[in-house]
């Protein structure tokens, strides 16, 4: 089963208007921590936003915004007044504790698919 | 003043070439991880470093060797190269393995074989 699923292989938004990229996840685990990344046509990977599990506000940074719904696994993106500059590829990505001593899931991210925003003038 | 740095940026070889991908990074992070991006943009792990120590190994042809020879830094070698690598490979590094500690990433390697 996928970890991490992006639905969205792409998404369009009118400059300035707010824009929700959706994020499910599956763990059995208690603690874990979700993680937002975009990646612009020139390749490199930015750190946007984080939630912990444990975390009962939704995490914020400065345009964007993380709609956490803990039961519904869900992770989902919202950038508010959206930009040209936000024209990229998004990733969900999820990091779990280790499942047993030794276990390889140790401190990797599992990422999502990816979802391509593009952002119309 | 960059964070995690790669080099080269680009590489382009012949199948069957040995060649290697640096990395470094100056935030005093003790973990260090590549990742392969392959040409659907997924991303997947191939190995952890923590505080020198390999801790991921996931299941990548024995071709790929990393090497840590210093916390800050995290190599990867790769012989005899096949069509099959062509891909871009991603540093990255966080403070511990924490569940709440994000990973900070290179600006990639794209390695092209012909």
């Known amino acids: 089963a996928q970890k991490i699923t992006q639905t969205q292989p792409g998404m369009f938004v009118q400059e300035k208007e707010a824009v929700t990229l959706d994020c499910t996840y599956d763990t059995s685990d208690q603690s874990y921590g979700l993680f937002w990344y975009k990646q612009p046509s020139s390749g490199e990977m930015i750190f946007l936003i984080y939630q912990g599990s444990y975390d009962e506000q939704n995490a914020t940074e400065g345009r964007y915004s993380l709609n956490f719904q803990k039961a519904r696994k869900s992770a989902n993106l919202v950038i508010s007044a959206s930009q040209l500059g936000d024209s990229a590829m998004y990733f969900c990505a999820m990091r779990e504790r280790p499942s047993k001593a030794g276990g390889t899931s140790y401190g990797k991210l599992t990422f999502g698919q990816g979802t391509i925003l593009t952002v119309h003038p | ?114």
């Not at chain 2, 995690?4 to 680009?10: D, E, G, I, L, W």
């Not at chain 2, 012989?79 to 990639?108: I, K, T």
Request: with cysteine; net charge neutral; hydrophobic share 30%.
């Open chain 2, 1 to 114: 003043d960059t964070a995690v740095s790669q080099t080269p940026k680009y590489l382009v070889t012949q199948m069957g070439n040995d060649k290697s991908i640096k990395c470094e990074q100056n935030l005093g992070h003790d973990t260090m991880y590549w990742y392969k991006q392959d040409s659907k943009k997924f991303l997947k792990i191939m190995f952890s470093y923590n505080n020198k120590e390999l801790i991921i190994n996931e299941t990548v042809p024995n071709r790929f060797s990393p090497k840590s020879p210093d916390k800050a830094h995290l190599n990867l070698h790769i012989n005899s190269l096949e069509l099959g690598d062509s891909a871009v490979y991603f540093c990255a590094s966080s403070q511990g393995l924490g569940v709440y500690q994000p990973q900070h990433f290179g600006d990639g390697t794209r390695l092209s074989i012909l």
